[in-house]
């Protein structure tokens, strides 16, 4: 699903404002963080889903950017002081550190407008038509606004103190995870006109590999732990946050991630278009190992 | 303009997702911040604009209520302790003060989202089209984006060990304040269906009136300040943030106060419906006293 990744690096930059302003230091704040890589996992996404409906790829170029920083201003957000306080990120210094925790506000503020831009932009109106940047648009705003990633957000932090049952953390996960990668998936197909069905097959496969990534996630956390300590991972744990392992087991977990990602490719039938990416990923996903 | 104040009150509460989620705290933290009123100068601006190019007024309510929610947001951030460190807003406790920083941040961030949810709603594009919804959010988009409201909260923050001269004070007002003024103006004329001059000119009255407010608030500050010490406010102020008033004098200030007033309501020429109401405004922000 690497195909795409120079175009999408290449069209990133170009939605960026120019520094030639007095705020420079804001857009070089942004640029840290939307420059920073990651694997593009969801841009990628968006324009896979696009192909797999049958229409060029490209087509969902803006709409995949604006998925990508939306994502990015999370981590921004995510990293602050009052909220996760990491001072790290993908192997560098947080935004934060960098440029201080007012500017990383409102970087992320601004990413989160930025996002919204590009996937209203002429470009995007150019290659989809209104109707169809108002459905990515609103599809965006609502997987990542309050009962969506920012709700996922919340939940995660209700639950600092207290111990989340299955329910909550697979609520959690979805909300924090999940809601963006269908999103993704979704404006995917949009981008390509498609009907409902298409759009909710897009859905399906979208959370599905959420849920597997997240457990797969879970299982390598425990068993790296276990190599580290040369013993089982056990009661001494119970302080800790709930985990998919930690409440189902190993075994039963992975099951679930084995049949979450069995639900993914079945889904992918739903598509006329090429879906080999869409199915590879899966199963990376489900057979990684770090 | 008050006369729309009770529907756009009602309005704001509908676009609210219900508390009956998970989590419920991060959606009564929004509601707080967002019913605790002020005096909805943005949405009836944008409610007039949409009456002053011959549409009913209501079309523009879901515009008017995204543009409100961006304003909210904001104000939220501001008042944070890594940016203003402001405790009191309107008279009550700030967002974070009854809700913590950490849900305080997210309540930003998912009044952001639902901002543009609501401009892009099934009801906005029943009301007004979808290539207005488009034009509508990639507008508020803009304005308060990184070359808009951000960024003029960056240069605030840049411009706070240092003396900022008119050229940077006035960039930095347009930006902070009369930004999203105009994105209220100019969505309102959107919802109409109106052309390119009546955009234009709702711009130059946005831009206009947001200018006489801010120096009419540093009139009024140092007036104030010199009631309270019952001297003039002179050479011992060097050391605070540079204002209208400390770098033009208070008879220029008022000078320049006029003619933007004259400005703004000149331009409502270009409008042929009734704009008495909008007229009756920037009067009124020009000779208010407090």
Redo the contacts between chains.
Sequence with gaps: MTEYLSLIETKLQEFL?STD???K???ES?AYSLKAGGKRVRPCLALEFCKACGAEPQKALPFACGVEMIHT??LI?DD????DNDDMRRGRPSNHIVYG???A??A???L???A??TV??EEA?KLC???A??KA??T???Y?????M??????D??YEEKKAGIE?LR?MDE?KTAALIKAACEMGCIAAGADDHKLHCARVYGDNIGLAFQIVDDILDVLSTEKELGKPVGSDKENDKSTYVSLLGIERCKEIAEQATEKAVEALEGFDGNTDALKEFAYSLLNRTN
Tied chains: 1, 2.
């Design positions: 404002p302003c007095t705020e230091v804001l857009i942004m201003y999370s957000h602050l002081p009052d909220m925790a007012a500017t506000i409102i992320g503020d601004a989160q407008s930025l919204f831009e209203l932009s109106e038509g209104s109707a940047c108002v648009a609103r965006l705003a609502g990542c606004g309050a009962l969506g920012c709700g996922g957000q919340m939940i932090i209700m909550i609520e909300k």
